[in-house]
Structure formats: structure tokens, C-alpha cells
């Protein structure tokens, strides 16, 4: 079974820097991109970035560049999500999702299960 | 970057009926459309991608349609499952893989 494994939810401090983890197994992980969502609560999901396993290739949304860092370790099938400095805007729920591509089409299955960001003071 | 818009916001609808969803782009995305469903606490499910093609393991009663800037999702026949927000999504402007504000369908 193809799965993306989120790692649990998370509390932080203002200015605290977190890095959170999207591991996937029943696929050949180098194989596929990952991409990264945001929804904050109450919201629709927000288009991260992607990142491609096999030689870490990252594309970012304009929106997210230089706020957060996507990345991969390969032997470990794990991607990450990181920041240097939150803010308690980055309180949300992150999902990872596995890219799928025919003909130049792009859709997104399966995904992660979600982690829950708070950042409070 | 590629706006997308949904209509309508949200729609009551009972079990048995056939729903409409509508999901409109600001400029031609060919068929780069894809369809989610997502149910509280829970993380999307593709549903329809490529406007058209029903993913794998997803009930027939859902069905897609359109090209260029104008796509539906269609219910045939609404289950009690299916009430739940409806998203689309562009993939025609990478990275930018920008979402709609969804569509909530309830009783």
C-alpha cells in the first residue's frame, strides 16, 4: 500500500525554529515528486512547493519562498518541511502529498495524514 | 498567477439528488484540473483528475467535465458519504498548483 506517514502535531514558541517530517513507503520514493500544503483553519489548502527525491530539486510558490525549507533524505524516504523563525501565523495544518504525471497532467495521491502547527506564545 | 474561483460557496442538498459544482480559472488551464473531496479533520482525497478521468477506487456517481476555464464536478445521485468541501486545483503553472476556496455540500 502506497502511504505518506506525517509526523505528530507540534507546539511552538514565536521564533522557534521546527522541522517536520513526511516519510513514504509501498513506492519507489526517488521516483516521485512530494509536495507540500498548507491550511490554515478554517481555510482552503495553499500550494507550498515540491521537491524531487532523487537529486533534491525543489520548486517553491512564489507565496512560500524564503519562508519555509523543503527538503529530502533519500535513504530514509523522508521529505521535510522546515522553518528558521515561526510566526503565529504559521499555525496550520501541513499535509505532504505524492505527485502523479501522464501527458504533462500533475494530480496528487495519496496524501499525508496532516501536522497540526501551533505557534503561541 | 492563475486564480481560481468555485461556485457556489456552499449548497444544501438531500441524499438521492444530483449536485453540480462549478470551478472557473482565470485564464485557460487546458484540462490541468484537478478534483478533491475533503471531510472535516481529514486530509484531501483526489477524486477527478485531468478534469475528466476518475481516480482509481472512487464511486462512478462522481464524474468531470471541461476544458479551458470552465469545469464541473458532478454528483449522480448524492450519498450520505458525500457530504463533505469540494476542491479544485490547477496544474498548469508550476509551482503555483493554486486551489479553489472550495465548495461545502451539506444537508
Known amino acids: 500500500e502506497v502511504q505518506l506517514v506525517q509526523s505528530g502535531a507540534e507546539v511552538k514558541k514565536p521564533g522557534e525554529s521546527l522541522k517536520i517530517s513526511c516519510k513514504g513507503s509501498?513506492?519507489?520514493?526517488?521516483?516521485?515528486?512530494i509536495g507540500w500544503v498548507r491550511q490554515m483553519p478554517g481555510e482552503g489548502p495553499e500550494w507550498m512547493g515540491v521537491i524531487w527525491p532523487s537529486d533534491s530539486d525543489t520548486r517553491y510558490s512564489p507565496s512560500f519562498q524564503g519562508q519555509v525549507t523543503i527538503s529530502v533524505d533519500k535513504s530514509i524516504s523522508t521529505a521535510y518541511l522546515q522553518w528558521s523563525t515561526l510566526k503565529a501565523s504559521d499555525t496550520a495544518m501541513y499535509y505532504c502529498a505524492r505527485q502523479l504525471s501522464s501527458n504533462d497532467r500533475r494530480w496528487f495521491d495519496p496524501w499525508g495524514q496532516g501536522t497540526l502547527v501551533t505557534v503561541s506564545s | 498567477d492563475i486564480q481560481m474561483t468555485q461556485s457556489p460557496s456552499s449548497l444544501s442538498a438531500s441524499v438521492r439528488d444530483r449536485v453540480t459544482l462549478t470551478c472557473r480559472a482565470s485564464?485557460?488551464?487546458?484540462?490541468?484540473l484537478n478534483w478533491y473531496q475533503q471531510k472535516p479533520g481529514k486530509a484531501p482525497k483526489l477524486l477527478i483528475y485531468a478534469a475528466s478521468s476518475l481516480q482509481s477506487g472512487v464511486p462512478s456517481r462522481f464524474s468531470g467535465s471541461g476544458s479551458g476555464t470552465d469545469f464541473t464536478l458532478t454528483i449522480s445521485g448524492l450519498q450520505p458519504e458525500d457530504f463533505a468541501t469540494y476542491y479544485c486545483?490547477?496544474?498548469?503553472?508550476?509551482?503555483?498548483?493554486?486551489f479553489g476556496p472550495g465548495t461545502k455540500v451539506d444537508i
Open positions: 509501498g513506492y519507489i520514493f526517488t521516483n516521485y515528486w
Open positions: 485564464q485557460s488551464i487546458s484540462t490541468y
Open positions: 486545483q490547477q496544474t498548469y503553472s508550476p509551482p503555483s498548483f493554486t
